[in-house]
């Protein structure tokens, strides 16, 4: 008798093992849950929700639900899609994110989930935050109007990097991200092009330098091919060699 362990995601059998959560079995089965502050190489952080599910007629995270012998997934009804939708919409108009002038278009994570559940217009009223733009890095800017706090340049710098570079500051509304160096400024902390937390960043906020448009528009990482195909950034870009898919070799180690 098989001892394979399942539960039905929008009516597909899937395998999983003990550990697992949801979302760890339907990537790996490649069924896609959209996400943003999820990636596949660090522990689930549980805070954009753009994964909810519905299990039991409860709306649930994805990303930190573990997998469970038998349970039926909501994956992608109507009114899933709609409250990913509502969750986009929340994103886009807490920040100040303009696609057509921004150097990751075309490569956002955030952009390509929009567009996979099918957002077409930002439906709440902006809040239009006045954030900084840190220039002070020879080889990467950071702006900080397109951070979603997802907290993966945190957890990358922290837990592969080894530099601990970034944190969150503040609670609620006050959030926001910080860099852990004397005055504050990039250019003053050691984060280098090479970096992991450099190139994890599912958003425009964390860009190398150098290399703007290098890449046109058209021929970008989700311009060809939906987000449910193409992954997320940072695994589509292959890091080891490139930084959000330009290549690494132009930085200095
Ligand atoms: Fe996430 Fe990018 Fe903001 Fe870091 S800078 S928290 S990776 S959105
Ligand atoms: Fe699951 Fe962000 S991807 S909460």
Do not use: W
Not at 41 to 57: A, D, I, K, L, Q
């Amino acid at each position: 008798m098989s001892s394979e362990k399942t539960f039905k995601l929008d009516g597909k059998t899937i395998s999983y093992q003990d550990g697992d959560t949801v979302m760890d079995a339907a990537l790996r089965a490649g069924e896609y849950i959209p996400h943003l502050c999820h990636n596949p190489e660090f522990t689930p952080h549980g805070s954009c929700r753009v994964c909810v599910v519905e299990v039991n007629g409860r709306h649930i995270s994805a990303c930190t639900l573990p997998a469970a012998e038998n349970i039926k997934v909501d994956n992608s009804s109507d009114a899933i899609t709609e409250l990913r939708r509502s969750l986009l919409q929340m994103l886009f108009v807490e920040g100040n994110h303009v696609c057509p002038g921004c150097e990751k278009s075309g490569a956002c994570q955030l952009q390509a989930v929009a567009y996979y559940t099918g957002m077409l217009s930002p439906h709440f009223t902006h809040f239009f935050p006045r954030r900084s733009v840190d220039a002070s890095h020879p080889d990467i800017a950071i702006d900080f109007n397109r951070c979603i706090l997802c907290e993966l340049c945190v957890r990358a710098s922290r837990d592969v990097d080894n530099k601990n570079i970034f944190s969150i500051s503040g609670r609620g509304l006050s959030s926001h991200l910080v860099i852990n160096s004397a005055t504050g400024k990039l250019g003053d902390s050691e984060l280098s092009a090479r970096d992991k937390a450099v190139s994890v960043c599912p958003v425009g906020a964390i860009l190398p330098k150098h290399v703007g448009y290098d890449q046109p528009i058209g021929k970008r990482l989700y311009d060809t091919k939906p987000i449910s195909v193409v992954g997320d950034v940072a695994s589509a870009a292959n890091p080891t060699k490139t930084i959000n898919g330009h290549d690494k070799d132009r930085y200095e180690p």
